[in-house]
């Protein structure tokens, strides 16, 4: 997902440039995460998300598709 356009989200290689950051987390803890149930702090700590790249801009990202999250739920 981008930051600076629209975005968009996929599974495997990115086709499309530089990414700042990469986030890798198995399928069962991805919809917990989306669905409001698994805390992304928290998750990272436990090892059940991992970040390669730029973890500030991760962090933004998180923090924008949370309060995203919250208004759909």
Known sequence: MSLLSIGSVSSGSFQGGEVDSTMTVDSEDFVRLFMGQLNPAQAYLRGQIQIHGSQARFM??????????KSKL
């Open 60 to 69: 933004k990202l998180e923090k924008q598709l949370m309060e995203k999250m």
